[in-house]
T-cell receptor, first 116, second 113 residues
Framework: DTGVSQDPRHKITKRGQNVTFRCDPISEHNRLYWYRQTLGQGPEFLTYFQNEAQLEKSRLLSDRFSAERPKGSFSTLEIQRTEQGDSAMYLC??????????????FGPGTRLTVL | AQSVTQLGSHVSVSEGALVLLRCNYS??????LFWYVQYPNQGLQLLLKYTSAATLVKGINGFEAEFKKSETSFHLTKPSAHMSDAAEYFC???????????FGTGTRLTIIP
């Protein structure tokens, strides 16, 4: 396994611009999760996919946020009209539904977003 | 809904001393519990997990945690701290059928030489 990868690792943008992040899960993991982590806090759940289906979205995910997972492989998270409050680390995790025990989520290194 | 409380946002211990990081959970159904570690500017790495099997769970890097239902606790321990243990530690909970993780606010562990 090469692990979960995320791109870019860092993004600096101006308020009002759109940004898109990419996550590549561990191969053959059918579940993919997005979390947001602000300074001094634990990660907060945003949304998750099983294969290409988006099964749950947090109320934290405003209309400006959209996530996709076409073909059930990589996923993208887009933020439109960014605001300074969007500055955070965006973490992606993946897991396999076939585990006999509860899924273990494996995290990527994160994308740090700074909105100026 | 489930939740996690981590007591102590900062913990300092001397190298070689016992590490104890506290986690209490709230869940209306049997929980799954996790400890993750995060090093600066990195993602989270799983230390150990409890999934209703043995109540004493051993993880990586010499860490272990004990699930105590009566106390709704899942404290993380390590007998002898090492400098490389300095990091942020997060306790998390999920339940079967709702696999999103709910994290605590984290505990920053500092090791004193």
């Amino acid at each position: 396994d090469t692990g979960v990868s995320q791109d870019p690792r860092h993004k600096i943008t101006k308020r009002g611009q759109n940004v898109t992040f990419r996550c590549d899960p561990i191969s053959e993991h059918n579940r993919l999760y997005w979390y947001r982590q602000t300074l001094g806090q634990g990660p907060e759940f945003l949304t998750y996919f099983q294969n290409e289906a988006q099964l749950e979205k947090s109320r934290l995910l405003s209309d400006r946020f959209s996530a996709e997972r076409p073909k059930g492989s990589f996923s993208t998270l887009e933020i439109q009209r960014t605001e300074q409050g969007d500055s955070a680390m965006y973490l992606c995790a993946s897991s396999s539904q076939t585990d006999s025990n509860t899924d273990t989520q494996y995290f990527g290194p994160g994308t740090r977003l700074t909105v100026l | 809904a489930q939740s996690v409380t981590q007591l102590g946002s900062h913990v300092s211990v001397s190298e070689g001393a016992l590490v104890l990081l506290r986690c209490n959970y709230s869940s209306s159904v049997p929980p799954y519990l996790f400890w993750y570690v995060q090093y600066p500017n990195q993602g989270l790495q799983l230390l150990l997990k409890y999934t209703s099997a043995a109540t004493l769970v051993k993880g990586i890097n010499g860490f272990e945690a004990e699930f105590k239902k009566s106390e709704t606790s899942f404290h993380l321990t390590k007998p002898s701290a090492h400098m490389s243990d300095a990091a942020e530690y997060f306790c998390a909970v999920s339940v079967f059928g709702n696999e999103k993780l709910t994290f605590g606010t984290g505990t920053r562990l500092t090791i004193i030489p």
